[in-house]
C-alpha cells in the first residue's frame, strides 16, 4: 500500500506542476476572437487583451518603413477598414499580399492602429482572381461543375 | 474513363460495405464461407481503389483539364513528379489516397494472416472494412474526385489549369502526405487486433504479438511524415521554424505521441502482463487521433494556416468517431475481467515504475496538446466566446515534459525490474551523472546560462552515456569470448537482440534531435535593407549583397539575389535566395538559401526589392547552431526503428497459452 501512496504523491505532484505551467501559458498567450467592427467599438477596458483580427487585406495599401510593415485590412461586406502595423521578427509569408485574407495577433493601440506580432495569410481564393493577370486563363467565367 | 473512376469507386463502396457484413455475420454465425467471401471482397477493394487511383493519376500526368480536380491543382508546365503529387494536392484526390492506402494494408493484413488467426480474423476484417466504407462514402458522395468540368450538360475542358499551390512543389513536401498517411491509415491495423481480440474474449496477447511490426512500421512513416513535414517548413516557409503548434502540426503529433506510449507499455504486457486495459486504451485512442487528425486538417473546426479549405466533411467524421468511440469504450469496459493485471507495482524505483510515468508523461503532454489545439472550441462552447492559446502554452507544459522524458529514456534501461536498491542505481548511474555533471560545468564555464538548455545539454549527456554504456558492455563480453573484434562484437550484439539495441539506437536518435531543438534557445536574426555592392554583418559572418538577377521558366519568374559570405575576412562561398512567382497561380513564393553545418545554419531569405530604393534588397538573414542534428538524429532514429524490425538471430520462446508463432523477448543481461 505504501508503494501505491507513493506513486500517487508522486503523480500529483508532476501533474499539479504541469497544470500550474498550463495555466500560466494560457494567461500568457490567451487570445480572444475579434471582428474589425468589435475592435472599432472595443470599451478601453480590454485595451490591454491579445486579439487575433481577421480581414482582408485592401489592395495597394501595403507599405514597408523600416523594420516594420504597415496595410489595412477590411471586412468584406461592411466597409470598415482597419490600419495595421507589423513589426514582428518572422517574415511575412509569401501568401500575405493584396487581397489575401489575413490573420493579425496583437493588440489594439491608443492611436486606433492595431499592433500585430505575427500575421498569417491565406491567398484569395482562386475562383476570385483578380482580371488582367498574367494568369493563363483562369477558370475565371467559371464553367459550372457537374457531378457525374 | 472518368465514367470508370467514378463506377469503381462506387463499387468499392459497396464490396467493402458487404465484406463489413459478410465479415461480422460470418463471424458471428461461425459461417466460413461468408469470412472466406469477404476476404476476397478486401482484395476486390483493393483493385477497384487501385484502378480508380491510376485513372485519376493518369488523368493528371495528361494534364486532361475536363476533369475539374486536375484543372484546380495541375497545370501544363509543371514538372511530373508534381503533376503526380497532385494526387493528394487537394481534397478530393488525398482522401482517395487515404482510402486507396487503407485498402492496401487491409489486403496485405487478410493476405498474410489467411490461415491464421480464424477466430480473430472475421472481426478484424470487420474492423477494417467498417473504416474502409466510411472512407468508400466520403470517395463517393461527399468529395468525389471524378468531377468534370462542364457547361450545360456538355463536357468542357480549360487551356491550362491552376496548378499545384507552389508552396507545395518542394520534394520534402510532395513526400511529406503520403508518409504521413502511411502512418495515420496503418494504426487502424493494431487497432482492429486489439478490437477484435478483445470481441473474442481471445487469451494470451496475441494481438500484440501479431501487430508488433506493424506498430512499429506505421510508428516509423508517422515519424518520417512529420521529420517531412518539418525539414519542408524549415527550408520553404522562409523563417526557419520546423514546428509552430498550428493545429494542423498538433493533428499528426497527437497519434504520434499516444503511439510511443503504446510502444513502450505493450512491453509491460508483454513481459510482466501489466497493464491491459491501458494497452487497449492507448491503441484505441491512437486511432482515433489519427481519425481526429484527418477530421481536424479537413473540416475547418479550428482555423490553420495550412489546412483545407471549409467543408461539410466534418459531420461526417464527428459520427464515425462517435459511434467508433462509444462501441469500443463499451466494449473495454464489458471485458475488463479479461484484462486484469498479472502483478502488482512493487517499487517506485523499478523498471515498471519508469515505464508508468514514461506513460504518464506522454498522455499528460499528449493532453495539453489537445487541450490547447482545441481550446478555441472549447471556449466558444463553455464561454460563449473564442479564446485561442499560442505556442508559448504548448512550450511552457512540453518543454519541462520534454526534458522529464528524456531523463527517463536514461533511466529506463538501467533501472531494474520489480525493485531496486539504491546501492544498485548508484553504480549503475555513476558515470552517466558525470557525463551530465561535466557537460554542464564546462557549458557553464562557457557561459551558458539558459536553464532550460543547460538541462538539455546535460540530460543529452546522460541518455547518452547510458546508450553507449550499454553496447560497450554487451559488445566487450562478446569480444572476449568469441575473440572477435569490438566492431563485430557491437553488430553480433545488436543482431541477438535487435528489439533492445535498436530501441537503444532509437533513443539515441532523440537525443541529437533534442541536442538540435536545444539550439534554437540560441537563434539569432536580422533583417536588413541593403543597397547592392555593399554588405551587413550577422553572428561571425559578413554578407556582401553582389548582384540581385532575374529570368523566367514556363513555371515561374524569378528574382535572385547573389550574395557572398565571409567569416573573418575568409571567402566562405555564394549564396543565392530567391523570389518565385508561378505563373499558373501568380502567387510569390521564397526559396531561402542555406549553408547547412554541424555547427550552425545560416540562412537567408530574400524578403523583396525596398520599396523606396530600386538598387537595395531587403535581406533576412539568420544563424541557427545545431539545428542539422535534428535531421541527423531523425536518421539515427529511422535507422534504430529499422534494425528494431530485423529479426533476433537468437530467439526466446515465450509461454503462452495460444500458440501463435515464436517472437524474441529480452535477454538477461549479458555477463
Known amino acids: ?148 | 474513363m472518368e465514367t470508370l473512376g467514378a463506377f469503381s469507386l462506387l463499387l468499392a463502396l459497396s464490396l467493402a460495405a458487404y465484406a463489413f457484413l459478410a465479415s461480422v455475420i460470418g463471424g458471428w454465425k461461425k459461417k466460413p464461407f461468408l469470412v472466406e467471401s469477404a476476404r476476397r471482397a478486401v482484395y476486390g477493394v483493393f483493385l477497384l481503389l487501385t484502378a480508380a487511383s491510376a485513372i485519376l493519376v493518369s488523368a493528371l500526368l495528361a494534364s486532361d483539364f475536363r476533369y475539374a480536380y486536375v484543372a484546380e491543382r495541375s497545370n501544363r508546365a509543371m514538372p511530373a513528379l508534381y503533376k503526380f503529387a497532385a494526387w493528394w494536392g487537394g481534397q478530393e484526390g488525398s482522401l482517395l489516397l487515404w482510402s486507396w492506402m487503407l485498402s492496401l494494408y487491409s489486403a496485405i493484413v487478410v493476405w498474410t494472416n489467411r490461415t491464421k488467426h480464424r477466430t480473430l480474423m472475421p472481426w478484424v476484417m470487420a474492423v477494417l472494412m467498417f473504416t474502409q466504407t466510411f472512407f468508400c462514402i466520403l470517395n463517393v458522395f461527399v468529395e468525389p474526385p471524378f468531377q468534370m468540368l462542364a457547361v450545360g450538360r456538355g463536357v468542357t475542358s480549360v487551356a491550362d489549369g491552376n496548378g499545384l499551390n507552389p508552396l507545395l512543389q518542394y520534394w520534402l513536401m510532395a513526400l511529406h502526405p503520403p508518409a504521413l498517411y502511411l502512418g495515420f491509415v496503418g494504426f487502424v491495423v493494431p487497432f482492429a487486433f486489439a478490437f477484435a481480440s478483445l470481441l473474442t474474449k481471445q487469451p494470451g496477447e496475441a494481438w500484440i504479438a501479431t501487430t508488433r511490426r506493424w506498430s512499429l512500421i506505421t510508428w516509423g512513416f508517422l515519424s518520417i511524415g512529420i521529420m517531412l513535414g518539418q525539414g519542408w517548413a524549415y527550408a520553404v516557409l522562409g523563417w526557419g521554424g520546423y514546428w509552430a503548434w498550428d493545429p494542423v502540426e498538433n493533428a499528426s503529433l497527437l497519434p504520434w505521441i499516444t503511439a510511443t506510449a503504446f510502444l513502450h507499455s505493450v512491453m509491460m504486457q508483454e513481459k510482466k502482463g501489466m497493464m491491459k486495459v491501458w494497452n487497449m486504451v492507448l491503441v484505441s485512442a491512437t486511432f482515433f487521433l489519427c481519425i481526429f487528425g484527418t477530421f481536424l486538417t479537413r473540416s475547418g473546426v479550428v482555423s490553420s494556416v495550412h489546412a483545407f479549405a471549409q467543408s461539410s466533411l466534418g459531420a461526417w467524421f464527428v459520427g464515425f468517431l462517435a459511434i467508433g468511440i462509444s462501441i469500443t469504450t463499451f466494449l473495454i469496459l464489458r471485458r475488463l475481467d479479461y484484462l486484469k493485471s498479472e502483478a502488482p507495482l512493487e517499487s517506485v524505483l523499478s523498471r515498471e515504475s519508469s515505464f508508468l510515468f514514461n506513460n504518464l508523461l506522454l498522455l499528460a503532454s499528449c493532453f495539453a496538446v489537445l487541450w490547447g489545439t482545441l481550446f478555441p472550441v472549447l471556449t466558444e462552447w463553455l464561454m460563449g466566446e473564442k479564446i485561442t492559446v499560442g505556442p508559448p502554452f504548448f512550450n511552457k507544459v512540453n518543454i519541462p515534459i520534454g526534458l522529464a522524458l528524456l531523463f527517463l529514456t536514461g533511466v529506463g534501461p538501467l533501472i531494474a525490474w520489480r525493485r531496486s536498491s539504491w546501492e544498485s542505481l548508484k553504480r549503475a548511474f555513476r558515470w552517466p551523472v558525470l557525463g551530465m555533471a561535466l557537460t554542464m560545468a564546462v557549458l557553464l564555464a562557457f557561459g551558458v546560462r539558459h536553464f532550460y538548455a543547460l538541462m538539455s545539454f546535460g540530460l543529452c549527456a546522460f541518455v547518452a552515456v547510458t546508450v553507449v554504456m550499454e553496447f560497450y558492455k554487451g559488445a566487450r563480453a562478446i569480444a572476449a569470448k568469441n575473440r572477435m573484434n569490438f566492431l563485430r562484437a557491437t553488430v553480433e550484439l545488436t543482431h541477438r537482440n535487435t528489439r533492445r539495441y535498436g530501441g537503444y539506437l532509437v533513443h539515441m536518435g532523440i537525443v541529437l534531435m533534442f541536442i538540435g531543438y536545444t539550439g534554437s534557445a540560441f537563434n539569432k536574426d536580422t533583417t536588413e535593407e541593403v543597397k547592392i555592392g555593399t554588405h551587413f554583418r550577422i553572428g561571425a559572418y559578413e554578407l556582401h549583397v553582389k548582384e540581385v538577377t532575374d529570368g523566367s521558366n514556363p513555371n515561374y519568374a524569378w528574382q535572385r539575389a547573389v550574395i557572398g559570405v565571409y567569416r573573418n575576412g575568409q571567402y566562405l562561398g555564394d549564396l543565392r535566395p530567391e523570389r518565385r512567382v508561378y505563373m499558373a497561380s501568380q502567387q510569390p513564393t521564397s526559396e531561402v538559401a542555406i549553408r547547412r553545418r554541424l555547427n550552425e545554419d545560416l540562412y537567408l531569405n530574400f524578403a523583396s526589392m525596398s520599396q523606396s530604393d530600386p538598387q537595395a534588397a531587403v535581406i533576412q538573414a539568420y544563424v541557427f547552431p545545431l539545428v542539422s542534428w535534428i535531421w541527423i538524429g531523425f536518421y539515427v532514429l529511422l535507422f534504430g526503428t529499422i534494425v528494431c524490425l530485423i529479426p533476433s538471430k537468437v530467439k526466446y520462446a515465450y509461454a503462452k497459452t495460444q500458440v501463435v508463432g515464436v517472437y524474441e523477448r529480452e535477454p538477461e543481461p549479458v555477463p
Open chain 1, 1 to 148: 500500500m505504501k508503494t501505491y501512496i507513493r506513486f500517487g504523491l508522486l503523480v500529483t505532484a508532476i501533474l499539479g506542476t504541469l497544470a500550474w505551467l498550463a495555466a500560466s501559458g494560457i494567461r500568457e498567450s490567451k487570445t480572444y476572437y475579434r471582428t474589425i467592427s468589435e475592435l472599432k467599438s472595443m470599451p478601453p477596458s480590454e485595451a490591454g487583451k491579445r486579439v487575433r483580427v481577421t480581414g482582408d487585406v485592401v489592395p495597394g495599401s501595403i507599405r514597408r518603413e523600416g523594420g516594420a510593415v504597415r496595410f489595412q485590412i477590411c471586412e468584406k461586406d461592411r466597409g470598415v477598414t482597419l490600419n495595421v502595423v507589423y513589426t514582428g521578427k518572422d517574415p511575412l509569408p509569401d501568401t500575405f499580399r493584396d487581397e489575401a485574407q489575413a490573420m493579425a495577433d496583437g493588440k489594439m493601440g491608443p492611436d486606433g492602429t492595431f499592433h500585430a506580432s505575427s500575421i498569417a495569410a491565406k491567398c484569395p481564393s482562386k475562383y476570385e482572381a483578380a482580371p488582367g493577370k498574367a494568369a493563363p486563363q483562369p477558370l475565371n467565367p467559371a464553367p459550372s461543375r457537374s457531378s457525374l
